[in-house]
Nanobody, 128 residues
């Protein structure tokens, strides 16, 4: 079992920044591909960003490219999502997800069904 705990959400004005963290349990975090997804009220969960287990490969959804940065610290079993230039449309519950045993260390994953474990989510609210 892998447990994921997100933190760092909150209320911020448009144009502001937040950094989300996701702490993972387990001794093999460095083998997990990780991702961030979000779900706004009345909408389906959508992909935000992903990072390979090595950290060398990343992928972003078009709406967040250039504003969000995903990173990881394998020594701390933590993945981060730095969110800059936030917009009201970024308001959602943000979830981190882990894929155990990715195909290779450079693999990242953009669809929810490919992930094995999920955190409980953290609310991000951006006011206009």
């Amino acid at each position: 079992q892998v447990q994921l705990v997100e933190s760092g959400g909150g209320l911020v004005q448009a144009g502001g920044s937040l950094r989300l963290s996701c702490a993972a349990s387990g001794r093999t975090f460095s083998y997990y591909a990780m991702g961030w997804f979000r779900q706004a009220p009345g909408k389906e969960r959508e992909f935000v960003a992903a990072i390979s287990s090595s950290g060398r490969a990343t992928s972003y959804a078009e709406p967040v490219k250039g504003r969000f940065t995903i990173s990881r610290d394998n020594a701390k079993n933590t993945v981060y999502l730095q969110m800059n230039s936030l917009k009201p449309e970024d308001t959602a519950v943000y979830y981190c997800a882990a894929k155990v045993n990715p195909v290779y260390s450079g693999s990242y994953y953009r669809t929810a069904y490919e992930y094995d474990y999920w955190g409980q989510g953290t609310q991000v609210t951006v006011s206009s």
